[in-house]
């Protein structure tokens, strides 16, 4: 099944999640150098990172939900990318993140993630979704933690074992979003 390609923009107090622009790319095509990236599949190429940035922007079509780019509404700077990823192998809908360099440890991750789970709970029915996150991803781990997800399982990837971390359900909550626009 297919759906029309319309992107939500979700506000916060400091982001705004909205769709994948081309101008975006360059950002993201640099991110993908980097050896940090091995804990998502890192690091890629420009072609193979463009690969990643366009399945990113066919999860809409193709499920009617995906992954918001953050931008930084101070600077309207790409932040990152933050939102629902499930392709056709996985078992299940992954809420994931990805924050750049310059963006990290100002708690924009968590503010972008409760926005996107409340988002979704309210719009597409994903109340308590997972995070796959590799066992030596300690941030992330502390960021699933700090969004109030548990530690459900551990897997073996081909790059070794992950965690499985499940979100609370959001259904009935505020998730501290300013409006969705």
Not at 40 to 52: F, K, L, M, Q, T
Request: net charge negative.
């Amino acid at each position: 099944m297919t759906h029309p390609v319309t992107v939500p923009v979700i506000e916060t107090d400091r982001l705004i999640l909205r769709e994948h622009r081309r101008s975006d790319f360059d950002v993201i095509a640099d991110f993908w150098t980097d050896a940090r990236t091995e804990f998502i599949g890192g690091p890629h190429d420009r072609r193979r990172a463009w690969e990643v940035f366009s399945m990113d922007c066919a999860q809409w079509q193709l499920r009617g939900y995906g992954m918001w780019i953050v931008e930084e509404k101070a600077t309207g700077k790409t932040a990152g990318w933050v939102g629902f990823y499930e392709p056709d192998f996985y078992d299940e809908t992954e809420i994931g993140w990805i924050m750049l360099d310059a963006f990290e440890g100002k708690g924009l991750a968590y503010e972008a993630v409760n926005a996107a789970r409340q988002y979704g709970a309210d719009h597409f029915g994903i109340s308590a979704p997972c995070s796959f996150i590799a066992e030596q991803n300690d941030r992330s781990v502390a960021l699933a933690k700090r969004l109030g997800a548990t530690l459900q399982e551990t897997r073996q990837g081909p790059k070794g074992p992950y965690f499985v971390y499940r979100h609370p359900d959001v259904t009935s909550a505020d998730g501290g979003m300013e409006a969705y626009v």
